[in-house]
């Protein structure tokens, strides 16, 4: 079982960058990282993934781009890299563990089974 701790949420003006860190305890290695995000009133949208290796990535089209996933396994941290963000990017965003199958191109390819309690990003105008 994996914990799993985000940092890194704030208020930011569009055009501006955030970087999001998630902090893992137990076999981080063996998990492929991602994270979703909800906005007020919407369902949750998973964003960006990771395989273990960090040689499988996706990303939702709309943070195509803009958005850069990347992990350091020595310290057993994600980090979610936020560019030219705009309002529709605010959200709770959560960091989530769990596995890939297949090529990872789809976000059915990814089963997340962890998640963290979240950080708030919010994008003003």
């Known amino acids: 079982q994996v914990q799993l701790v985000e940092s890194g949420g704030g208020l930011v003006q569009a055009g501006g960058s955030l970087g999001l860190s998630c902090a893992a305890s137990?076999?981080?290695?063996?998990?492929?990282m991602g994270w979703s995000r909800q906005a007020p009133g919407k369902e949750r949208e998973f964003v960006a993934a990771i395989s273990w290796s960090g040689v499988q990535t996706y990303y939702v089209d709309s943070v195509k781009g803009r958005f850069t996933i990347s992990r350091d396994n020595a310290k057993n941290t994600v980090y979610l890299q936020m560019n030219s963000l705009k309002p529709d990017d605010t959200a709770v965003y959560y960091c989530a563990a769990g596995n890939v199958y297949g090529s990872g191109s789809k976000s059915g390819d990814w089963l997340m089974n962890y998640w963290g309690k979240g950080t708030l990003v919010t994008v003003s105008s």
């Open positions: 137990g076999p981080f290695r063996t998990y492929a």
